[in-house]
């Protein structure tokens, strides 16, 4: 780079400070006509290094070297260059090179042997290649940036493969084989690769290339090739070598020559998908990545396997290997003629909480019979006889059950059931009345068959052969799981008064065999049946039957008792799955962890007339296994906007019901609480591990799920996946001037950063309330957004304390409209200030103090002229230096984004185009002005003198 201008852009813009030491090499000493051009080969294991040094050591003015710093040995054509002396026990080994890298350097550098002679004759350029590690392994990473990286006299050929998944299988096979280089690998070698790790060296391998790497002198001190290049024969003798040679300062008429010795080790046409033994899951964690690979396996369409992708659902129709009709069934059968309760939700003391249940609260009973009839009648007609001699009732009645506690109502009990079932009866007693999971457990411990559901006497069975058709279910789990034992599944009814909501689970004695019962004893009356579906779920071992029923008095409407929740969705779950993973580890002899995909859509919706969006983004779907609740979180008022909404989601439970997994729930409370309260809310609904944060104004791509549930795979540390949320192309002078600014850079952040400080929560994805529940969105900020998305995300790094726990996925795109439909919002600009500035005192540890800005300035210059020069011989000289305060900072914010503001501009330019240029700039430092003004008057509005100053450290 040369030039009164270039030296000017180095300086006033630098890259980094490796950049600026690299700049600053320029004005060092000048080679010397006599001195041979140094270079150095950056390069990676497995990325055709050998091949490249081969042929440069063949130029008969190159002095090549191998790895001269490889932590092992000095390797080397040459080995007695390393002599230090003509003595043959005077010579540099390892320890020696790494105790002192600077005088070895010195030594290898001038190209001659110990006693004075060149290496070649007519040797022009000497160099060694060098590897990411080398320097590392020996903390001698300080010398190699200094010597060789910083030091703009060594000139660096940069090898990379375009391929980082052939280069990491390459690795692999090395180190398995121990063949690292001059043998083929064996034909029916397979390699395992661990998806995390992958991911690590993905972002290790293109930090190295893109950015270590990097020079400001491009390309007077750095010269690029790839592997595939290097392998390609005509095209590297023809298209590269020549330039190779020029940039080396060698003869550029040398005619390539190759090492019969360089063996490729791999076999030219081999299939990754062949070579890798874990592929499935590799590619279902990849499959929407930028990596390579799969960039190149999307743009050519390939289909995908089938056998990786397969839905719970596919076997259900299978041949029954250990389930049949023939499976045995305990009904637990609690009734009671209590009517609905009163009570207020909150548990009151013992005594009073049984008083609630006594005869002053019993139904008429002949409504109790009926009830318990017609659920006798539904039971009959959807089973057969040969059916029904398999299941037995356990019939639980309170002990002062006026109705059913009674010898002659036991018999009339029995008369209403089918003949051909066993019926035993359970007492109840007081201290468990109302406590339905407790009258649960108490009743399974009765049961003696294969599978055990709880039904009560309000529900009425819709469907013939469902029996039949759970057990199927279990069977098709199975045969989907092999690694799981049979019986390790949990099959729920479809509830027609409640979709998408677990019941009526059914689960198998094996559950009871593990845990010894049915569910843990915390649980009171609430969260016992989606907590059995959960547990489940995350071994891919849960699913909706396509059978029906009617819950005709519980459900989501009041129940016949005073509702008490528990938390059981972090701690209970997370032993219980631990349990469960022990015991299938036990019985089976196998490892089985729990990666069941459980992930919730939440949506704040305030915007009406956008069914079109919100359909969208309630049909999206995965190829890839996953259990997935939309939660539309209606923050509307509105009453049509209501109707429409849930209008919207019961078509899609009704028609996607054969998804089996995905479900629509909305959730409203008649009132406009801001959009931190609506997404809290889906989040603490929410029982999955993983949320996904939508916009209701959103249009998202259709693999948006698989994208996220491949990171979830790639970064399993991870607790914040920051999406990829494109705007569409300018269309006018204002989003152009948005464009220029760069305001909305944190939209598209993914792109940039692996670990970007945060995201906007118009897409992003986020670990379940159940790991971290105290971490919420704050209702200090404004309604319509604007700093929630940033406290929220240093909430969840304060929590969990762990570097790097938030990740960019760039594969999962949505696209954003513009504001305003693209019309000037200073609104939008002002809202999004108003929230930053509240940071600053809630996180004032993420601050750090800085020279005002001119707007404060400005304020400082008129709290000066109001507390100690009042007098109007100084007035008019104040309105002077403030406006031109003013002027000078929108003149150097104008020119500052000249640049910018060009590229903005459409492909045809304006007639007048400078013109233009100027005025999409200064309209650009409008906007950042804008929120200037915006933090400063939120300042004094909260009398914060503390924030004056201060800016929040992302």
């Known amino acids: ?115 004075g002679t060149k290496i070649k004759s007519n040797g022009k350029a000497i160099g060694f290649k060098s590897f990411p590690e080398h320097w590392k392994d020996t903390d001698n990473e300080g010398v190699w940036k200094d010597l060789i990286l910083d030091d703009f006299q060594v000139k660096k050929i940069i090898l990379s493969r375009d391929c980082e998944l052939s280069t990491y299988v390459s690795m692999r096979r090395a ?43 491009y390309p007077q001190d750095s010269f690029h090739v790839t592997c595939e290049q290097l392998v390609d024969k005509d095209v590297f003798n023809n298209e590269i070598a020549p330039k190779l040679w020029g940039f080396l300062g060698v003869d550029d008429a040398f005619q390539v020559r190759r090492l019969k010795e360089t063996v490729r080790q791999s076999q030219e046409d081999e299939r990754l998908d062949v070579v890798i033994s874990n592929w499935h899951a590799l590619e279902r964690a990849f499959r929407h990545s930028d990596v390579s690979y799969f960039k190149n396996r999307r743009k050519l369409k390939l289909s995908q396997d089938t056998s990786s992708t397969v839905s719970i659902t596919d076997r259900t129709n299978s041949s029954l290997s250990q389930g049949s009709s023939d499976g045995t069934w305990s009904i637990l059968l609690p009734i009671c003629s209590r009517i609905a309760s009163k009570a207020t939700p909150v548990l009151p003391p013992a005594d009073e909480y049984t008083n609630q249940y006594t005869s002053n609260n019993t139904e008429q009973p002949d409504v109790c019979w009926e009830r318990l009839s017609q659920f006798a009648a539904s039971f009959a007609e959807t089973t057969s006889a040969k059916d029904r001699e398999n299941v037995e009732f356990i019939v639980g009645i309170d002990e002062d059950d006026d109705v059913f506690n009674t010898i002659d109502a036991n018999q009339r009990i029995r008369k209403i059931l089918p003949i051909e079932v066993k019926v035993v009866f359970e007492s109840i007693p007081p201290k468990m009345y109302g406590k339905v999971c407790q009258i649960w457990n108490r009743l399974s411990q009765r049961a003696n068959r294969d599978f055990i559901v709880l039904f009560g006497d ?80 995350r071994f891919n071992a849960s699913k909706f039957a396509s059978v029906k029923l009617k819950n005709t008095l519980g459900g989501d409407s009041s129940a016949r008792y005073s509702k008490h929740e528990i938390n059981w969705k972090g701690q209970v779950l997370r032993l219980s799955i631990e349990i469960l993973t022990e015991r299938i580890k036990t019985l089976n002899q196998v490892n089985v962890a729990p990666t069941g995909v459980c992930l919730d859509i939440v949506i704040p919706s305030y915007r009406t007339n956008n069914s079109v969006i919100l359909k969208r983004i309630i049909n999206l779907r995965s190829t890839l296994r996953a259990y997935v609740k939309f939660w539309i979180v209606v923050d509307n008022p509105d009453k049509e906007h209501l109707h429409e909404v849930k209008g919207l ?91 220029t600014s760069n305001v909305m850079f944190f939209f598209g952040i993914s ?53 790097g726990c938030v990740v960019g996925v760039p594969g ?10 693209s019309n000037v919002c200073y609104n939008q600009i002002w809202g999004w200030a108003n929230g930053d500035s509240q940071l600053i005192t809630e996180w004032p540890g993420k601050t750090y103090l800085t020279l005002p800005n001119w707007v404060e300035s400005m304020a400082l210059l008129g709290i000066t002229y109001l507390f100690f020069l009042r007098k109007a011989l100084y007035l008019i000289p104040l309105l002077q230096t403030c406006t031109c305060i003013a002027l000078v900072d929108h003149l150097i914010k104008t020119f500052a984004y000249y640049g910018s503001a060009a590229n903005a501009l459409p492909t045809k330019k304006p007639t007048f185009a400078f ?31 503390f924030s004056f100053g201060r800016r929040v450290d992302w």
């Open 915 to 945: 013109a233009h240029i100027l005025f999409l700039a200064f309209g650009a430092s409008t906007v950042i002005s804008a929120q200037e003004v915006t933090r400063l008057l939120c300042i004094f509005k909260r009398h914060s003198l």
């Open 175 to 217: 180190e398995v084989t121990g063949n690292y280089l001059g043998t083929p690998y064996p034909n029916d070698l397979k390699i395992h690769v661990d998806v995390s790790a992958f991911q690590a060296f993905v972002n290790h391998y293109r930090f190295t290339f893109q950015r270590k790497y990097k020079s400001p002198l």
């Open 649 to 739: 989601a019961e078509e899609a439970n009704k028609s996607t019901f054969k998804d089996n997994n995905y479900f629509v729930n909305v959730v409203h409370y008649n009132e406009n609480r801001g959009a931190s309260y609506a997404r809290n809310t889906g989040y603490n609904y929410s029982t999955a591990d993983w949320v996904i944060f939508l916009d209701d104004d959103i249009v998202p791509e259709p693999h948006l799920l698989e994208a996220y549930i491949g990171s979830i795979f790639r970064y399993p540390l991870a607790k914040v996946m920051v999406g990829m949320t494109e705007l569409p192309e300018p269309m006018n002078n204002w989003t152009r001037m948005l464009k």
């Open 458 to 537: 309000d529900i009425l069975l819709l469907d013939n052969g469902w029996k039949r058709n759970i057990e199927e279910c279990f069977t098709a789990i199975q045969s989907n799981n092999p690694d799981l034992p049979f019986g390790a599944a949990c099959v729920a009814f479809n509830d027609i008064s409640f979709r998408g909501f677990p019941t009526f689970p059914v689960i198998h004695r094996f559950h009871m065999k593990v845990f010894g019962r049915l569910l843990p004893k915390q649980f009171v009356n609430q969260g016992g049946d989606p907590f059995l579906f959960e547990l489940y779920s």
């Open 812 to 821: 999962a795109t949505v696209m954003h409209p513009w504001w305003n439909n």
């Open 751 to 803: 792109k940039h950063y692996i670990h970007p400080p945060w995201g906007v929560t118009a897409n992003i994805m986020v670990k379940g309330s159940r790991y971290n529940h105290s971490v919420q969105f704050k209702h200090l900020y404004p309604k319509t957004g604007g700093g929630e998305d940033i406290d929220f995300i240093f909430q969840m790094k304060s929590f969990h304390k762990l570097d």
């Open 1 to 115: 780079m040369t030039g009164v201008a270039d030296v000017y852009l180095m300086l006033s813009k630098p890259r980094s400070k490796e950049s600026r030491r690299r700049f600053a090499a320029l004005f060092q000493r000048e080679k010397k006509p006599q001195d041979l051009q140094k270079f150095v080969v950056l390069s990676w294991k497995h990325s055709g290094s050998s091949l490249l040094c081969d042929i440069l050591h063949n130029h008969p003015e190159i002095i090549m070297h191998k790895e001269l710093f490889n932590p092992i040995d000095i390797f080397t054509y040459y080995s007695t260059a390393l002599l230090r002396n003509e003595s043959s026990d005077n010579k540099w080994n390892y320890l020696s090179r790494d105790l002192w890298p600077q005088l070895f350097l010195d030594h290898i550098w001038p190209g001659r042997y110990a006693d």
